[in-house]
């Protein structure tokens, strides 16, 4: 019998090269399929929600693949993560109808951006957030953010090399948190272009630095990438979330 796995991994991408198999390139989906194969003696195809790239992390990555093992998910939950690195663990392992696909059955994604503010550099963070040390106005980030709710072309915040038919999107909310040391971003949409989210981040950040006069409103009306911010870097993004 064939069972239809569902996986909620979390990860710290600093070492690895994404999640996507490349070859001769350490990464998340090569790293769990090895696991899955030292267990089971299968060769799975594992299926993520979506790719994260070079360096981004995951609070809640969902992955599914078919297997006919017999395993059940809580036995496999700690047997896989006896095999992987300590830097990947499965959260959770379900059973699911045959139709569930991580990707394919995903009505939105939630992630979360961490910027770390402090004048002197954290050991600790580093490698978990986009350290700056200028003044940001964080209250025309937030006024500004709220410009990008709703369907529209995103064309200005997607960068080059991306392979999406339309880059219309719907961004269901966004909140900007500030404290002491850190200012967390959080976008919840039905879907993100290929750094959609770094190159909105930095936006929010040059335009919280005085460095771009125009309005969140009429970047999004420009679709042209020029107009809108750096890409702000990976350490600092997390895909927090995958509703279904």
Not at 109 to 123: A, E, H, L, W
Not at 195 to 210: A, C, E, K, P, W
Request: hydrophobic share 40%; net charge neutral; with cysteine.
């Amino acid at each position: 019998m064939i069972h239809n796995i569902k996986l909620i991994l979390e990860y710290n991408g600093k070492n690895y090269s994404g999640w996507q198999k490349q070859p001769g390139k350490r990464t998340i989906q090569s790293e769990v399929e090895a696991a899955i194969k030292d267990l089971t003696t299968e060769d799975v195809d594992l299926y993520a929600s979506g790719r994260t790239d070079a360096g981004v992390h995951a609070l809640g990555q969902v992955a599914s693949f078919n297997t006919e093992s017999k395993i059940e998910p809580d036995r496999l939950v700690l047997a896989l993560n006896s095999k992987l690195p300590k830097d990947i663990v499965i959260l959770k392992a379900s059973y699911e109808d045959m139709d569930f696909h991580a990707r394919f059955s995903a009505r939105a994604k939630r992630y979360r951006y961490v910027i770390y503010k402090r004048r002197q550099r954290s050991v600790f963070m580093a490698d978990m957030s986009y350290h700056i040390r200028y003044k940001l106005d964080v209250e025309k980030m937030k006024n500004e953010a709220t410009a990008i709710v709703g369907k529209h072309d995103f064309t200005s915040f997607v960068s080059s090399g991306s392979s999406a038919k339309s880059n219309v999107r719907e961004i269901y909310d966004i909140t900007v948190e500030e404290d002491e040391d850190t200012i967390v971003i959080e976008i919840c949409g039905n879907g993100f272009l290929y750094n959609m989210v770094r190159i909105i981040v930095g936006t929010l950040v040059d335009i919280g630095r005085g460095k771009i006069g125009m309005s969140m409103e009429e970047i999004i009306a420009a679709k042209d990438r020029n107009k809108a911010g750096h890409t702000a870097p990976p350490q600092g993004l997390f895909l927090k979330e995958v509703i279904y």
